[in-house]
Nanobody, 122 residues
Framework: QVQLVESGGGSVQAGGSLRLSCAAS????????MGWFRQAPGKEREFVAG????????YYSDSVEGRFTISRDNAKNTVYLQMTGLEPEDTAVYYC???????????????WGQGTQVTVSS
């Protein structure tokens, strides 16, 4: 059974940094492209960052490019999102999921973890 557990969120001031973690179980992240998504209040969930199963390529939404960095530790079966230069617009619940190879900004699994809340104040 696929399980994703996100952690590391919190409340920071604009310009601050956070590092999110996503611990996976029920599958090996080393076999999948992985991604981070977020959902702000009143908005749909959106893609934030992705990384290929090899870790050789990363890609980002325009809104976080240059500020966020996705990485993976296959030995720990964990994916990370390092967030710097946080802005109030980054306030959301953050989730991880595998992403599809053919549509690499779309989630693979229908089930989601509980997410981790990130709140950025101005």
């Amino acid at each position: 059974q696929v399980q994703l557990v996100e952690s590391g969120g919190g409340s920071v001031q604009a310009g601050g940094s956070l590092r999110l973690s996503c611990a996976a179980s029920g599958f090996y992240v080393s076999n999948y492209n992985m991604g981070w998504f977020r959902q702000a209040p009143g908005k749909e969930r959106e893609f934030v960052a992705g990384i290929t199963w090899t870790g050789h390529r990363t890609y980002y939404s325009d809104s976080v490019e240059g500020r966020f960095t996705i990485s993976r530790d296959n030995a720990k079966n964990t994916v990370y999102l390092q967030m710097t230069g946080l802005e109030p617009e980054d306030t959301a619940v953050y989730y991880c999921n595998s992403v599809l190879e053919a549509r690499e900004r779309e989630p693979r699994f229908s089930s989601w973890g509980q997410g981790t809340q990130v709140t950025v104040s101005s």
